[in-house]
């Protein structure tokens, strides 16, 4: 303001370093409030284009945590579908036994009579076992068709399932597992030497159709691990771009903040120092 005459009305210089104050004011509130959230965008205003496209890799990057947790319900119950298998297994490895010394002419009538009570006791078990077998109420070996869920795994762009299943549609108790089909439902004892023999053959193929179960089962088990493994690295990648537009420059805010200090105290100075000027030109009237 050059050649400005003195007023008592109006002071130019104070004004403008009002003004110069309001933007400082700003400028320090917004440094101080990335170096509080160390964020960059803060809000809108900073980056609007950038908060578009971090919130949707955000939305992602979310989206693909609960990828992974449903991945893992999947992988549990792939598991207690092992697990229940594995037992039956195990009951069907002592069947055998029993069939095998029952098959001999070393044991008697009586003991055979006695290890067919046992292996009686074998064969409800395993009905047993396959019948209450299930995930959350659901029974996993069912009466009519296969378990079968979709496993979601897929982000906000776009859809991705992994299905899992367990079983056929042969019934429930032994004749899920394909054990009827081999006839040891219906020909279950080994209370003589002919029984015995036949029945080793039937828990042959029994213990067969449970390894064919486990190595299906296996196989999903390891898809779904390698497909959890996948997600997480997706997700982190996700994460590092968007850290990557979000995320404030610590070392660079903490610099502008020394700076929208120091202009903030001139600033102040400034301004007593404009409000002051307006006061001299009383000093012509004494």
Same mark, same amino acid.
């Given at each position: 303001?050059s050649?400005?005459?003195?007023?008592?009305?109006n002071?130019?210089?104070? %004004?403008?370093?009002?003004?110069?104050?309001?933007?400082?004011?700003?400028?320090?509130?917004?440094?101080?409030?990335?170096?509080?959230?160390?964020?960059?965008?803060?809000?809108?205003?900073?980056?609007?284009?950038?908060?578009?496209?971090?919130?949707?890799?955000?939305?992602?990057?979310?989206?693909?945590?609960?990828?992974?947790?449903?991945?893992?319900?999947?992988?549990?119950?792939?598991?207690?579908?092992?697990?229940? $298998?594995?037992?039956?297994?195990?009951? $069907? $490895?002592?069947?055998?036994? $029993?069939?095998e010394?029952?098959?001999?002419?070393?044991?008697?009538?009586?003991?055979?009579?006695?290890?067919?009570?046992?292996?009686? !006791?074998?064969?409800n078990?395993?009905?047993?076992?396959?019948?209450?077998?299930?995930?959350?109420?659901?029974?996993?070996?069912?009466?009519?068709?296969?378990?079968?869920?979709?496993?979601?795994?897929?982000?906000?762009?776009?859809?991705?399932?992994?299905?899992?299943s367990? #079983?056929?549609?042969? #019934?429930?108790?032994?004749?899920?597992?394909?054990?009827?089909?081999?006839?040891?439902?219906?020909?279950?004892a080994?209370?003589?030497?002919?029984?015995?023999?036949?029945?080793?053959?039937?828990?042959?193929? =029994?213990?067969?159709?449970?390894?064919?179960w486990?190595?299906?089962?296996?196989?999903? !088990?390891?898809?779904?691990?390698?497909?959890?493994?996948?997600?997480?690295?997706?997700?982190?990648?996700?994460?590092?771009?968007?850290? =990557?537009?979000?995320?404030?420059? %610590?070392?660079?805010?903490?610099?502008?903040?020394?700076?929208?200090?120091?202009?903030?105290?001139?600033?102040?100075?400034?301004?007593?120092?404009?409000n002051?000027?307006?006061? %001299?030109?009383?000093?012509?009237?004494?």
């Amino acid at each position: 303001m050059s050649g400005q005459a003195f007023s008592v009305l109006n002071s130019f210089s104070s %004004m403008k370093a009002q003004k110069d104050l309001y933007f400082t004011n700003i400028g320090l509130n917004k440094t101080l409030g990335k170096l509080s959230s160390g964020k960059r965008i803060v809000e809108a205003a900073d980056d609007a284009a950038g908060l578009a496209i971090a919130s949707s890799l955000n939305a992602d990057a979310l989206a693909l945590d609960q990828a992974v947790r449903n991945a893992n319900d999947g992988i549990a119950i792939v598991q207690i579908a092992d697990g229940a $298998l594995s037992k039956l297994n195990d009951l $069907l $490895l002592r069947g055998v036994t $029993l069939a095998e010394q029952s098959a001999s002419d070393t044991v008697g009538t009586k003991e055979k009579q006695t290890l067919n009570v046992e292996y009686r !006791q074998i064969l409800n078990e395993l009905n047993r076992v396959v019948s209450v077998a299930n995930f959350k109420g659901e029974r996993l070996f069912s009466v009519s068709n296969s378990f079968t869920k979709g496993v979601y795994v897929g982000d906000t762009q776009f859809a991705s399932f992994i299905t899992i299943s367990i #079983g056929g549609t042969r #019934g429930a108790g032994t004749a899920a597992l394909g054990l009827s089909n081999a006839g040891l439902t219906s020909f279950s004892a080994i209370s003589t030497q002919s029984e015995a023999i036949r029945t080793l053959s039937l828990l042959k193929t =029994a213990v067969a159709s449970i390894s064919t179960w486990r190595g299906s089962l296996g196989a999903q !088990q390891n898809r779904l691990v390698n497909a959890v493994g996948i997600i997480q690295v997706q997700g982190l990648n996700i994460k590092a771009a968007e850290s =990557a537009i979000t995320d404030a420059n %610590m070392a660079e805010e903490i610099v502008n903040m020394t700076k929208w200090n120091i202009l903030m105290q001139s600033g102040m100075s400034s301004l007593a120092q404009a409000n002051a000027s307006s006061q %001299m030109v009383l000093q012509l009237l004494r």
